[in-house]
């Protein structure tokens, strides 16, 4: 099949046509696409009607994929402040607040140890103004920045937790959802398995370096998401009805952007596929982590307070 691509993103980012996915596919086709995934990070394919089912076959053949997290038979999420009733949610209820947490740049999963490796999104209604989503190449940013800065943060181990971004928006976890996703540590730097490049894996859920004082890796944190999310690594989409899009976690952050939540309906779906294993080698306690990090967090450190 004679697949179209144009790049629209200044490092990553295409769109894609001449194929309908809506069909089963052949696998060359597939494999084509998984190619262009690993090229450009992120894909759009415009004008794909797809069903539920139809997405889910589609997604498959990439990978096992995470069930929702409302229902653990149910492998498509419904990203929508439409209730079941079919009338616009309260803008302040709980389910308002958990989604709009996505608002802020995160990478999928992460409250797992091995985070989701690819997701996908379908524009079912989508508002005509505003709410659109937006995407950040880390593996360019973590290209772009200097041979020392490199050297100084890779290894880092930074903990990650789902309620972070969740308390942001204005949703405090009740004692059910704090068990269910606990705090987990991944690495600051991530190697992708497939292509071997390296990208930033830091977003919302980033709370702290592991081993660090709390404020320094705060503020570390802070400084690398500010600079991997800058205009030069980002690609905003404006969403068309029965856009699909595909994206590979393990080189993008992505985040949706605000729109008039209690006039217009916005439903998109989700499908995901799960990671192919741990980020870390080994399952050891966060405290274990955190006495092999301070080694490398008193050179960091002493550093900084040099320069200081
Ligand atoms: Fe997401």
Redesign the pocket.
């Known amino acids: 099949m004679a697949l179209d691509v144009k790049q629209l993103g200044e490092t990553f980012f295409a769109e894609v046509t001449g194929v309908d996915l809506t069909r089963k596919l052949d696998d060359d086709t597939y494999r084509e696409i998984n190619g262009l995934l690993l090229q450009y990070g992120v894909l759009l394919f415009p004008d794909q009607r797809l069903t539920d089912e139809a997405q889910e076959v589609f997604s498959e053949w990439y990978g096992e994929l995470e069930v929702t997290f409302n229902d653990d038979e149910k492998f498509t999420a419904h990203?929508s402040n439409v209730d079941e009733d079919g009338t616009i949610r309260d803008p302040n209820s709980r389910q308002s607040s958990f989604l709009r947490a996505?608002q802020q740049w995160?990478?999928?999963?992460t409250i797992f140890q091995a985070p989701a490796r690819i997701?996908f999104?379908s524009g079912r209604e989508v508002p005509p103004v505003s709410g659109e989503t937006e995407w950040a190449d880390l593996q360019a940013a973590w290209e772009a920045l200097p041979e020392d800065r490199k050297q100084e943060l890779d290894g880092l181990i930074v903990e990650h937790d789902f309620q972070n971004s969740r308390i942001k928006a204005g949703h405090k976890f009740d004692e059910e959802q704090r068990k269910r996703w606990p705090p987990l540590p991944h690495p600051l730097v991530r190697t992708h398995e497939e292509t071997g490049k390296k990208a930033l894996y830091v977003g919302s859920q980033a709370t702290h370096v592991v081993g660090w004082p709390r404020d320094k890796g705060e503020a570390l944190i802070e400084e690398l998401l500010a600079f991997a999310t800058q205009p030069r690594f980002v690609h905003t989409h404006t969403w068309r009805q029965y856009d699909f899009l595909m994206w590979d976690?393990r080189r993008v952050n992505?985040?949706?952007r605000p729109w008039d939540e209690a006039k217009y309906p916005r439903v998109l779906h989700?499908t995901t596929v799960k990671g192919t294993g741990p980020t870390m080698e080994g399952d050891k306690p966060v405290d274990e982590y955190a006495r092999e990090q301070q080694v490398h967090a008193l050179a960091f450190l002493s550093r900084d307070q040099r320069a200081a």
Do not use: I, T
Request: aromatic residues 0%.
């Open positions: 990203l996505n995160h990478s999928d999963s997701s999104l976690n992505h985040r949706g989700r």
